[in-house]
Structures are given as structure tokens and as C-alpha cells.
């Protein structure tokens, strides 16, 4: 039998809960389940403590029973330490494609040409700034 960690929905419409489930992957999402390990209750903010609720020692029996986490849940027990997720990268598909590599060179291009210009332009003013005042003072005298 394979089994998961997954999240159970629960909750009123646009109101969600989760709970954190062992579960046979041929149940449905939020029918039969095995055990409860914690809750998910995504509508809070995300440094409160009540937000995530896991069972660790549970957690970690299942996962040494051959239990495989969900993408979310193997968030969570990265966070507790109890599972380390595996790196993923993102597939080449999702790279601009040639013309808005273009696009995207050219105006990186002009943010460096306009930025050497204002560098340019603050400079050369720093350098007249005390020839103006100079005869401001002879005047004076």
C-alpha cells in the first residue's frame, strides 16, 4: 500500500483549513484517511505559531514506514527538520524566449548608459559649483 502525507481540505467556501493526513494515494483528497498528524490553517499570518501544527514524532514514523510527502507538506517538515526536500529547478520552458532576452538586454543596456550619464552629470557640476562662487565673493570685497 503507498502512502502519502498529504493535506485534507476542510473549511467553509473561501474559508479553507487543511489537515495534515497519512492517507492510502487511491483515497480521494478529502475522504478516507489513516491517521491525522497536525493542521494547516493558511488564513492566518505566517509567523504564528497556530498556522502549522505537525506531529513530529509521527511524522517522522511515517516517513520511516515509507510514507512520501506532498510538495506542500515536504515544505513544512523541511522547516520543522524532520525532511530535507530535494533542490528543484525550473525547466527551460519558463526562460524568455529570444526576443524578450532582446528587449530585456537593451534596456538593461540603457539603465547603465542613463546611469553613467547622471554620474557624469553630478560630477561635472561639483566641479563649476565653486568657480561660480568665487566671484560672488570678490564682489564683496
Do not use: C
Not at 524566449?97 to 554620474?119: G, N, S
Not at 552629470?121 to 570685497?141: K, L, R, S, T, V
Amino acid at each position: 500500500m503507498a502512502l502519502k502525507i498529504r493535506l485534507a481540505r476542510g473549511g467553509a467556501k473561501k474559508r479553507p483549513f487543511y489537515r495534515v493526513v497519512i492517507a492510502d494515494t487511491r483515497s480521494p483528497r478529502d475522504g478516507r484517511f489513516i491517521e491525522k498528524i497536525g493542521t494547516f490553517n493558511p488564513l492566518l499570518p505566517k509567523d504564528d505559531a497556530e498556522r502549522i501544527k505537525v506531529d513530529i514524532e509521527r511524522a517522522k514514523h511515517w516517513l520511516s514506514v515509507g510514507a512520501l510527502p506532498t510538495d506542500r507538506v515536504a515544505r513544512f517538515l523541511d522547516d520543522a527538520g524532520v525532511y530535507t526536500r530535494k533542490a528543484r529547478s525550473n525547466p527551460e520552458k519558463s526562460k524568455p524566449k529570444a526576443k524578450a532576452q532582446e528587449r530585456l538586454e537593451a534596456a538593461r543596456m540603457a539603465a547603465e548608459e542613463a546611469a553613467e550619464a547622471e554620474k557624469a552629470a553630478a560630477e561635472a557640476p561639483a566641479e563649476e559649483a565653486p568657480a561660480a562662487e568665487a566671484p560672488a565673493e570678490e564682489a564683496q570685497a
